[in-house]
């Protein structure tokens, strides 16, 4: 039937109240929308922290597209390779065949071979049931001093199971060799960025003679190698909390998971769990260096509520400058877009909008206390086909939090981060209020900066 051109959109299934929204997902699924908000990480990103290794994608021309121009984008096209799959290739049925040896030309015409391959393999091999394994065995064979890891970029699979994304993030720890635990060592899996000097997890394991390792801060294949050392993993970001689970049950060691937040009170629960199990570990060791034991629960409780008054310092500040002004955040700036409403509508600011697609189970509390609370709060879609067309903009001056919030309201006043950057705890609460108040003050570029591909990466832009 055709629909007159113009005139105003209804925003229903784009556009709700908290009050009216249902848990987890506030808008029905459908055709799907993509803005150019476009600082998100995606698996060329985060496969390109691996260092001494190169990524081959082996996959149709449409589908290569995007993860070629996000390798140069980046600058790191000298790391990117890969195989185009024909036609022909689909109807022969020799997928595998032409995998191989495509990867294998590919290899060949190196001067200097990588550590490492990140294979990426697609929605095709799925179709057509390739024997991934004798893919993977072959290649082996022909490249024994090369590690392959096993990689997908198959959107098919985005909204059953494990997502591309997750995937990845075990896979590029599925290299570690299994070594000897240290007791001074923790390791942090699966985040894209490296946590703040200041952060709380830093600052606490610094107190107690531990090293700290990342992979975004490895620069060659043996400080990598070194990540397989800890006593302690953790896990921070919500989609590494998986292949850290899958890692530290084949290294048999321990998992933490201390997903960021804007809570208080969470805070102070994962705080005590890191010193608990730190705690663990030196006493297994019989150590007698004691300076972990020697945090009792009253220093932790101390160390807590100071770190909780430098908070509400640090807020109260930033409210004294933003004051009554809208602001609006989204999901992209944080996992937790809803504990941050919370902690901002709890401290008087004039929170109005957040822009999400669906909601974390991790952000249930958060989300009863704002329906009770706050039953008016909107809740905007991001990827629904209706923000395409939806006014976009505000009369007045708006702090937006996050790319994406930034883009669909208009406001120049924006924090420009994405995935909590290197933000933890009470630290990285301090953090937020610093990015807000600095963005208050100062106007930046939406049309320059929330365009260019993975935040913090280079840019050919």
Known sequence: MLKRVGGEINPEGAVITIGEADFPVPFPLGLE?????????????????????????????????????????????DRFSFVTV???????GNLEDVTIEGVTDVLNKLEKKPKAVLLFTVCLHHFLGCDLDR????????????????????????????????????????????????????????????????????????????????LPACKTWAEYQQLGSAEIFVSCYPPAKYGAAMLTERLNRTHLYLPGCFDYGEIKEEIRNLIKELQAGWSREDTSNTKCADITSEEIEAF??????L??????????????????????????????????????FHVTTVYLDSISPEEKPAFDWLKLHHPDLELRATIQTKMRVLPRGTEGKVLAIGQKAAWFSGSRN????????????????????????????????????????????????
């Open 86 to 92: 024909e036609e022909e290739n689909l109807l022969n």
């Open 304 to 309: 807590c509520q100071r770190e909780i008054t």
């Open 33 to 77: 929308f993509n803005s150019p908000a476009h600082g998100n990480w995606n698996i060329v990103h985060t496969g390109m922290l691996m260092p001494e290794a190169i990524q081959i994608y082996v996959c149709a021309d449409n589908c290569m597209r995007g993860v070629v121009l996000t390798a140069a984008e980046m600058n790191a096209a």
């Open 135 to 214: 893919v993977y065995e072959e290649l082996g064979t022909r490249f024994p001093e090369i590690v392959f890891v096993r990689c997908f970029m198959d959107p098919i699979m985005q909204k059953h199971g494990l997502t591309p994304d997750q995937k990845l993030r075990k896979a590029m720890y599925d290299p570690l060799i299994t070594k000897e635990p240290d007791p001074l060592t923790v390791t942090l899996v699966g985040s894209d960025f490296v946590l703040d000097e200041s952060s709380d997890i830093k600052r606490l394991l610094r107190s107690t003679g531990h090293t700290l390792r990342e």
């Open 311 to 348: 908070c509400e310092d640090s807020i109260n500040h930033a409210k004294s400058i933003i004051g009554g002004t809208p602001v609006v955040l989204d999901y992209l700036y944080h996992p937790r877009p809803l504990g941050l409403a919370k902690l901002l509508l709890e401290h008087g």
């Open 414 to 461: 924006f924090v420009n981060m994405v995935q909590g950057g290197g933000l933890w705890g009470f630290d990285g609460i301090r953090g937020t209020m610093e990015l807000m108040t600095e963005a208050f003050l100062e106007e930046k570029d939406p049309e320059d900066l929330i365009v260019r591909k993975g935040w913090g990466c280079e840019s050919c832009i």
